[in-house]
């Protein structure tokens, strides 16, 4: 089929979103399709060079818009800074200041808003595909592909909005307004099929959304890279990923980690939360290239659940393409915590523990003895190329 995929985003700059991008595009490229991507130009931005692009499928750049450019937060490479000298910079918060003023001027998509006009203007490619099929973050992703349809620069036989996390709900957006819920109704008003990667968060989404239930469902996060061969079993621990407080508390495992005495690699932001011990590393977030080494050399690798909204870590997809141990971490209500447990553990891939210092070195006592039932190897489930056919299958394309 003739596949159309907009990622508002520049698909090299180093985030969680943008590997869930390239594993997508890899799927559909891996089934056999013809895909064309219209994504952000690379001119000007902060590249990630391990970030690769799958082959196979054609790429249409846009430039972003220029105060974007000069406005944007800080990228993976100016982390380093710590929060508290972050705090403490006046030029950070002017800057911060400026961008949340402009942005007021351009929507609910903010400085977003130009590249997706300018894509919409500027694109005149094939005007006939099987699927359109838009990815958000950013969520400016589905109003380009609304608008193309719209316009009928673009015919399809469907339109597929995948939303690796809600707009309106979304754990990070503490703005809530009312124009971000009546804009995100539109968005799914206007697509054939919407898809989340959560059970939690569809849930969520049906109750806010109750008349566009009907075209709702969810599938798995694909994996974005696979290990290609076991490395030799070790004790270390490894935390890779954000944990600012407010979305997840890291707390209780730190501190299991140092009466448990064990050997822990944290990275990740904000990187002056904890202080290092003999035992514990602490860094700030790597690139993937970095990132993957550490990996390597961690033995068992940990992942924590948010503290509420039931949007899961896109971490332990990955994790579970690997032939290390996984811990997971559960927060969120004890119901969020069942529905979670419910869904992964018939892999009999990851161990589990509730997010309290008790629990959690219970947890990491059991994973250093050992558990024959959990089995340490990839999981094809999570494959690209699975994700994509589940995801055709329940949208009625196969």
């Not at 698909?11 to 943008?18: D, F, G, I």
């Not at 890899?26 to 952000?40: S, T």
């Not at 001119?43 to 220029?66: I, R, W």
Request: net charge positive; glycine share 6%; charged share 20%.
């Amino acid at each position: 089929m003739k596949i159309l995929v907009v990622a508002g985003s520049c698909l090299r700059v180093n985030s969680s979103a943008n590997l869930c991008h390239l594993a997508y595009i890899r799927g559909l490229v891996e089934n056999g399709h013809q895909v064309q991507v219209l994504c952000v130009e690379e001119k000007g931005q902060v590249t990630d060079d391990s970030m690769v692009l799958p082959e196979g499928a054609q790429y249409c750049y846009f430039p972003d818009n220029f105060l974007y450019r000069f406005m944007r937060p800080s990228s993976w490479k100016q982390t380093k800074n710590n929060l508290q000298n972050q705090r403490k910079s006046w030029k950070t918060n002017i800057i911060a200041y400026l961008r949340k003023a402009v942005n007021s001027f351009y929507g609910p998509f903010g400085l977003h808003g130009a590249w997706a006009k300018n894509v919409v203007r500027g694109f005149n490619a094939q005007p006939y595909y099987d699927v359109v099929i838009s990815l958000s973050s950013p969520v400016h992703s589905h109003w380009v592909a609304v608008q193309l349809i719209k316009k009928k620069k673009v015919r399809c036989k469907k339109h597929i909005e995948i939303w690796e996390d809600p707009w309106y709900l979304d754990l990070y957006n503490r703005q809530k307004n009312k124009q971000q819920f009546t804009m995100e109704k539109e968005l799914l008003s206007a697509c054939d099929r919407a898809f989340y990667v959560s059970p939690l968060t569809l849930q969520y989404q049906k109750e806010l959304f109750a008349d566009l239930a009907g075209k709702m469902d969810w599938v798995a996060l694909p994996y974005y890279y696979k290990e290609a061969q076991a490395t030799a079993p070790n004790h270390h621990f490894g935390y890779f990923g954000d944990y600012f407080p407010f979305s997840r508390d890291l707390t209780p495992f730190y501190q299991a980690a140092k009466q448990s005495n064990v050997s822990v690699c944290i990275c990740g932001s904000p990187e002056s939360l904890f202080e290092p011990t003999e035992k514990i590393s602490i860094y700030p977030r790597l690139d993937l290239a970095d990132l993957k080494r550490r990996e390597q050399e961690t033995g068992i690798l940990v992942c924590l659940a948010n503290k509420k909204g039931g949007q899961i870590p896109g971490k332990i997809y990955q994790y579970a393409a690997t032939y290390k141990k996984v811990l997971f971490i559960l927060d969120g209500t004890p119901a969020e915590q069942e529905v979670l447990r419910r869904f992964l553990e018939p892999f009999q891939r990851f161990y589990f523990c509730r997010n309290n210092a008790a629990d959690i070195k219970k947890a990491l006592a059991e994973i250093l003895v050992g558990n024959s039932q959990i089995k340490n190897e990839p999981l094809e489930s999570f494959s690209p190329a699975h994700i994509v056919r589940q995801i055709f299958a329940k949208a009625g394309l196969l």
